[in-house]
């Protein structure tokens, strides 16, 4: 089987930031294609981050627009698509362990479809890796090339060749791409893609492309017309949500788009993620003022320490940081902050690893994401001196782990005896008779009920208990 290769990713381009204007596509399905996929049935297996959840929802909008249904038999369906994540070895380990498993399942079934897509592509050493050692991907392509799988679809059934795309370049900005949400109350809405800030440790600004942020009105449309259709809680998207707007002239800003927002209805907005770099006063008072904007904020903060903050270019201090949390709690007291930190970032002291502990009692977290330093091949600290033993770096891991479990139980704890609105997901695995959703402060709280028509309502629950992860409440009639 030949390849057709119709792009090749390349990390030194995807390095590059171009003044050159943001394309923006509208989609449209050529209608040789329509058809494609009567009759089959398609999964999609999806990692990483929300983005990612995102994208699968275009993919799988764009599929169904082809004929295709949604499975839930991922290993019997007509076509195979791995959207994956590039942050961490481990993310991507996972990927090989299940990319393994399907060379049985194309032996099975030699007329399945596997498609690969997401940030690993984009990587030049995994794609190279999957041409070379896994026949049986019928299809590559990038988080660039979203809007061309038809015509790759196309030509691996049309030739029976394997179809390569994946450009390294800026990005482009695909409007009105069809999107097969996955929940009917709460919907995933991208403001901004890409990822300018070039943390030492990090992949996403060559895997992403750089900065570009949607129209406003292209972005008030979208969330007035998901209002219509019932939805209560958006999640703005965007690799650095405070960034939105700073690549366009009309100085409209992310704070300037909550206002916006606040007023088309919409019962919940959250956002994620922010740069605390760029976190500014009028996204404070969105969350003062709007009452639709969650009291939740996620800033990650990766470091305490200012050598180590400087050596991953995230351009902020301790102090910088612990301000803009003072005036954030001074606006809104009771709003729950949770963030993302990395321990063993290479030169790391214990002395510097305890200036992250510091800042961890100083904030007193309402939960943390917490990961080794896992070097990322093209990024500057993959070459820097001093990579930390893997044991010490599980020991720094453990101690900032229970430190910050201490304070997600507190978080949790100052619920209790409260009433709560929380918007219900779904029933709870936690145990017959019990459901589950969010309250504002985005807490997981598990209750007494067992009627799906809740299923998307708001209704009022009291805390009784709190556990490490989650609290648990009664319905209140
Ligand atoms: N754009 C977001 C999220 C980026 S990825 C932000 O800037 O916050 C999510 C988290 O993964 C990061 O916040 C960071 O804590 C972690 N991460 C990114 N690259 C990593 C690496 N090479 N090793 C370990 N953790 C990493
Ligand atoms: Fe990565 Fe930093 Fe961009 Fe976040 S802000 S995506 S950590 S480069
Ligand atoms: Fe992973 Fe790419 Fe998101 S590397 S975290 S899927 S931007």
């Known amino acids: 089987m030949t390849k057709i290769k119709h792009a090749l990713p390349n990390l030194k381009e995807a390095r590059n930031r171009k003044k050159e204007e943001t394309i923006r596509l509208s989609y449209e399905l050529n209608k040789d294609y329509l058809h494609l996929g009567d009759n089959k049935t398609y999964h999609i297996f999806t990692y990483g981050c929300q983005g990612n959840e995102a994208d699968s929802e275009v ?202 927002l606040d007023k088309t209805g919409i019962e919940r907005i959250r956002y994620t993620t922010s740069h605390p770099r760029d976190f500014d006063d009028k996204t404070i008072a969105a969350h003062r003022d709007c009452k639709s904007v969650m009291p939740h904020l996620h800033l990650p903060v990766q470091s305490g320490d200012n050598d180590v903050l400087k050596r991953m270019n995230r351009k902020y201090t301790h102090e910088q940081y612990i301000e803009s949390i003072r005036k954030l709690k001074e606006a809104c007291p009771d709003i729950a902050i949770t963030t993302d930190i990395i321990v063993a970032f290479p030169g790391e002291t214990e002395e510097q690893f305890q200036r992250t502990l510091d800042l961890v009692k100083e904030v007193q977290y309402d939960g943390a994401y917490t990961f080794i330093y896992s070097p990322r091949e093209g990024t500057p600290a993959a070459k820097f001196e001093d990579q930390i033993e893997p044991e010490v770096a599980k020991d720094r891991l453990n101690r900032l782990i229970n430190l910050v479990n201490e304070y997600y139980k507190k978080g949790n704890e100052r619920f209790i005896g409260t009433v709560q609105e929380v918007l219900v997901d779904s029933f709870s695995k936690n145990g017959e008779g019990m459901m589950c959703g969010y309250t504002p402060h985005m807490k997981l709280t598990h209750f007494n009920a067992n009627d799906a028509s809740l299923i998307g309502k708001t209704v009022k629950v009291r805390i009784d208990e709190a556990k490490s992860w989650f609290v648990i409440g009664s319905l209140c009639e």
């Not at 070895?89 to 990927?95: D, F, L, Y």
């Not at 059934?157 to 009105?176: A, F, M, P, R």
Request: glycine share 8%.
């Open 59 to 260: 993919i799988s909008g764009i599929l169904e627009n082809m004929g295709y249904k949604e499975s839930n038999e991922p290993f019997t369906s007509d076509l195979i698509i791995l959207n994956t994540c590039a942050i961490r070895e481990n993310a991507e380990n996972r990927i090989w362990g299940v990319l393994g498993q399907l060379k049985g399942v194309k032996r099975n079934n030699p007329d399945v479809i596997i498609g690969i897509c997401g940030c690993m592509p984009q990587e030049e050493n995994a794609t190279n890796r999957f041409m070379e050692k896994y026949p049986h991907i019928d299809i590559i392509f990038g988080t660039h090339n979203i809007q061309n799988l038809p015509k790759l679809i196309a030509e691996r059934v049309t030739t029976n060749n394997k179809v390569i795309e994946v450009i390294s370049q800026q990005g482009n900005i695909l409007e009105d791409a069809p999107k097969h949400r996955a929940s009917k109350h709460k919907a995933w809405v991208n403001i901004m893609y890409g990822c300018d800030e070039f943390c030492t440790y990090c992949i996403v600004p060559y895997t992403r492309g750089k900065e570009r942020s949607r129209d406003k009105d292209d972005i008030i449309n979208e969330v007035k017309s998901l209002v219509e259709k019932g939805y209560k809680e958006i999640t703005l998207l965007g690799q650095n949500v405070n960034a939105y707007g700073k690549d366009r002239s009309d100085n409209y800003t992310f704070g300037d788009l909550l206002f916006d």
